[in-house]
């Protein structure tokens, strides 16, 4: 009887804490930030000197997005950085992750042609935030090339132009900023840069082989463009370590994203699925840029679809070393071998996701359909991603949507309850794996500081701690998870 009480006090006791939030142990250094990104929230789409990028592009053509929406004004907070400094500060945060959107920099993408409003915009940014004590994360691409560089050079698909324009505006970006910026990010999320842009063609440039107006070819562009995106990140990575780091001394890494495949039964095809599926998610990026070459279950499946690397290249990604791994993680997902497509990257995965085993779901269903609440998945991929790389983690984007979020009334919107359980399970499992299995994830960005324009979904999901109301003047409010996330981070 006696152990069974006790077991039984504790678990008792253990779910009162987690369910007033408190005591969830992180390191005393632990890094507890927020992320944006410039397109989804900064509007002035044609203010200052902007150029257009590939998204301005993208969701001005009619039925690419949801309901047509576009970011020319998103959030407004180009306009309104004081404001949203100030909502920052009232919630005690002292990270935030955002980023710099190259045609507000260099509106043709090249560097013959520098807007100086476009430096004076982020240089106020970046102060209000160090004079607040917030210390910025900065992503260089956040998924907005330069139309420009799309239309005259084909964009990612043209490898040596993008490591050209690519190199010229990161070392525009280090000489400006690097001063008081002190982490740099190269690339967000090249994976989907090169998935949704390239093959499924449902974000920008949106080119795949049955799309209009740009007919690629899914089977070959995502591994070019991806190849071009890998090969630029080094290069701007060479040019930090060799120009700037040492009088600098910041950080420099890329960020991917991935879910969890988790084996769908115990079967070795399974088991060997979803590896492979980790593979081509993150290993795609994460192999080239920690080991210096593709995993070899992608060049054995992709064959000579999947670039090669020259001597040269890969002299190059050996010695630009990243200081961390940035994981943007979301969900989990069962997997399972075989699959039913012909050609291109998923018939070369060879795996099948599923959210259902044995007719189960593998966790509550958030707002988007591919977001499945899954909080140990995030213990296992962290271990992954330091098993094959031994590398400190910044998991730079968690978070989620509520279910039918957009269609609640606001109070109910701004009572945020499944946010603050998801927000809470996912950073319990983090704390298990720094405590539990010593993986060094060393800080945490919640995806979003507000509600956002979320690509091809439009305004229609939110991922914010923050309520944004497009329809009255965008104003912000705090829902629930803003303030427990304030006291997590005050604690
Ligand atoms: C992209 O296309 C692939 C292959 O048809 C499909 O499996 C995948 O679900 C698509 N993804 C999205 C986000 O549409
Ligand atoms: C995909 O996986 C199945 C099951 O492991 C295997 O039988 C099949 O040959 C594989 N197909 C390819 C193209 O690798
Ligand atoms: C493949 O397609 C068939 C027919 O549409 C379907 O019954 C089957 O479940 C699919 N298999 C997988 C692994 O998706
Ligand atoms: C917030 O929602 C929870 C359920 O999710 C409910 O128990 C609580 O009463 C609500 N609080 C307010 C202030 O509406
Ligand atoms: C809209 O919000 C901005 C920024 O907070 C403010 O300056 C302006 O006065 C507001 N306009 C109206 C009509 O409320």
């Excluded at 071998?337 to 509550?364: C, F, L, Q, W």
Aim: hydrophobic share 35%; aromatic share 14%; net charge neutral.
């Amino acid at each position: 009887m006696r152990p069974l009480f006790f077991f039984t006090l504790i678990l008792i006791l253990s779910v009162v804490t987690l369910a007033r939030g408190k005591n969830i142990p992180f390191p005393k250094d632990f890094v507890f930030g927020t992320a944006t990104a410039a397109y989804q929230i900064e509007g002035a789409a044609r203010e200052g000197g902007r150029g257009p990028s590939i998204w301005d592009y993208f969701s001005h053509i009619p039925g690419k997005t949801f309901k047509d929406a576009t970011g020319d004004i998103a959030c407004d907070h180009y306009h309104r950085l004081e404001e949203d400094v100030k909502l920052m500060v009232s919630m005690g945060l002292k990270y935030y992750r955002m980023s710099i959107s190259w045609s507000r920099l260099l509106p043709d993408g090249t560097i013959d042609n520098i807007n100086q409003q476009g430096i004076d915009h982020y240089n106020k940014e970046i102060d209000i935030l160090l004079k607040n004590g917030i210390t910025p994360f900065v992503t260089l691409y956040h998924w907005d090339l330069p139309l420009n560089l799309h239309i005259k050079y084909g964009g990612w698909l043209n490898k040596e132009a993008s490591m050209k324009h690519f190199g010229d505006y990161a070392d525009l970006c280090f000489k400006s900023f690097g001063d008081r910026v002190k982490n740099w990010i190269t690339f967000n999320e090249a994976w989907c840069a090169s998935i949704h842009g390239y093959l499924n063609g449902s974000q920008a440039p949106g080119r795949c082989s049955k799309c209009k107006p740009e007919q690629g070819d899914s089977d070959r562009e995502p591994y070019q463009a991806a190849h071009s995106m890998i090969l630029s990140h080094a290069v701007a990575v060479d040019i930090y370590l060799n120009k700037y780091k040492k009088t600098q001394k910041g950080s420099i890494g890329m960020t991917m994203n991935s879910g969890w495949g988790e084996p769908l039964t115990n079967k070795p095809e399974d088991q060997d699925a979803a590896q492979r599926l980790m593979e081509f998610q993150l290993g795609w990026f994460a192999d080239p840029i920690f080991r210096g070459d593709y995993p070899l279950s992608m060049r054995r499946q992709a064959g000579n679809l999947l670039p090669q690397f020259t001597q040269a290249e890969k002299q190059l990604l050996i010695k630009s070393k990243s200081d961390f791994f940035g994981l943007n993680h979301y969900s989990t997902l069962y997997v399972s071998a075989r699959t039913n497509v012909s050609s291109g990257y998923y018939a070369h995965m060879n795996a099948t996701t599923t959210p259902y085993r044995d007719g189960k779901p593998i966790g509550e269903r958030a707002d988007s359909t591919w977001l499945w609440v899954v909080p140990w998945g995030i213990r296992k991929i962290v271990n992954w991603v330091y098993d094959r790389y031994q590398i400190k983690i910044y998991i730079t984007e968690n978070g989620c949507d509520v279910p039918n979020e957009d269609k609640l009334p606001f109070d109910q919107i701004i009572n945020d309850t499944f946010r603050v359980n998801y927000l809470q399970g996912y950073l319990n499992a983090v704390s298990e794996a720094i405590h539990q299995d010593k993986v060094p994830v060393v800080g945490y960005f919640v995806w979003s500081f507000m509600d956002n324009f979320e690509w091809a979904d439009g305004y229609a999901k939110r991922f914010g701690i923050h309520h944004v109301d497009y329809v009255k003047n965008n104003t912000r409010t705090p829902k629930k998870s803003a303030k427990w996330y304030s006291e997590l981070i005050k604690q």
